[in-house]
């Protein structure tokens, strides 16, 4: 059955934003009735217009998730460490509501609770009911689903979805890391935002408590999100250039005697790498379905790509799943 009439029967009508030259916006917003009212959620967010009357579930601050002008509105819903890290981001005030991460907070009288994906600090799921006792659960990005509910419809990534792509199916290789330490002079690439912070947490995780260097924004970002938890760190020559940690991409203008490695599920770095993702992988995503066992499946993320691979997947496996593109060619009302 097409998806947008499968939706419409569970109680829930797509909406998708045009830019002016009439593409697609890369996230899906859900309309549904909440008692007497219509309440529209919009599943992490792009660029509001001035009219937007829905509320945002922001599932964590990477910039694939959110739209920067959403920190302005007051109908952003987002956790407390998501909201501190998009502030740290973008030297700008957060307005909209804040969460931890496990409460159940009431939007419109929706009780909507939230879970834990381990992706990111603060990375969150979203479930809740609408009006027909259709259960939803919107995962954003996801590094571990145990705490995650049974659902009817899943809206979910698939970063690392293709069964027929060896590099979407890992482990990650902290036996590697670990090893690496041992190295008196060494660097590692990652992202200022959810893998130094990952990082850093191994890196105590596996008591080692050597100072830590840090490119400026990592180490910002790493100082409020993880406070005493990370240990003494501090700017890169701080302590003698020993451990560092920077972004991938800076990783050369660290020593050239140093050892370098980037951190990362990826394979298009020239650096040696050594697997550490935020990401489950393939298989990963794979159990996650089978143990939340929906009707539907929506994959969000990314928007082309790997997600129709996943979808395609499921789909041959008996399951109904179904991506953005599916739904943007299918009935609709655009915001
Ligand atoms: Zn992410």
Not at 2 to 11: N, P
Not at 70 to 78: P, R, Y
Not at 121 to 130: D, K
Not at 225 to 244: H, P, Q, S, Y
Request: charged share 25%; with cysteine.
């Amino acid at each position: 059955m097409d998806a947008t009439r499968r939706l419409i029967d569970m109680g829930f009508t797509p909406a998708r934003r045009k830019s002016p030259a009439g593409k697609y916006k890369p996230h899906l917003s859900l309309m549904f009735k909440a008692g007497e009212r219509e309440v529209t959620f919009g599943i992490d967010t792009t660029r509001l217009s001035r009219n937007d009357d829905q509320y945002f579930l922001i599932t964590h601050a990477h910039t694939d998730h959110y739209g920067k002008s959403a920190m302005l509105s007051e109908k952003s819903i987002a956790s407390d460490k998501t909201a501190l890290a998009l502030e740290l981001r973008h030297d700008q005030y957060f307005k909209g509501m804040r969460f931890k991460v496990g409460d159940t907070i009431d939007v419109e009288g929706v009780k909507v609770k939230t879970y834990n994906t381990y992706h990111s600090i603060g990375s969150t799921a979203f479930f809740w009911e609408n009006e027909l006792g259709v259960k939803i659960l919107v995962t954003g990005d996801i590094k571990d689903y145990r705490d995650l509910p049974k659902c009817d419809l899943l809206i979910t990534e698939a970063t690392y979805g293709n069964p027929d792509d060896g590099g979407c199916i890992f482990q990650d290789d902290y036996a590697s890391f670990e090893a690496a330490l041992q190295h008196d002079s060494v660097g590692f690439g990652a992202y200022a935002f959810g893998k130094a912070q990952r990082a850093v947490s191994l890196i105590r995780e596996m008591g080692v408590d050597r100072p830590i260097e840090m490119d400026k924004s990592s180490l910002t970002l790493t100082r409020h999100l993880l406070g005493d938890d990370a240990g003494e760190i501090g700017k890169l020559g701080e302590f003698g250039g020993g451990l560092c940690i920077t972004s991938p991409w800076s990783l050369g203008r660290l020593p050239v005697s140093m050892k370098k490695y980037v951190l990362t599920g990826q394979h298009f770095y020239d650096q040696p790498c050594i697997c550490i993702s935020d990401h489950i992988d393939f298989n990963g995503l794979s159990a996650m379905v089978d143990k939340l066992d929906p009707g539907l499946v929506i994959v969000y993320h990314p928007e082309v790509g790997n997600s129709q691979h996943f979808s395609k997947f499921l789909n041959n496996n008996g399951r109904d799943s179904c991506t953005l593109p599916e739904i943007s060619a299918s009935r609709q009302t655009t915001l």
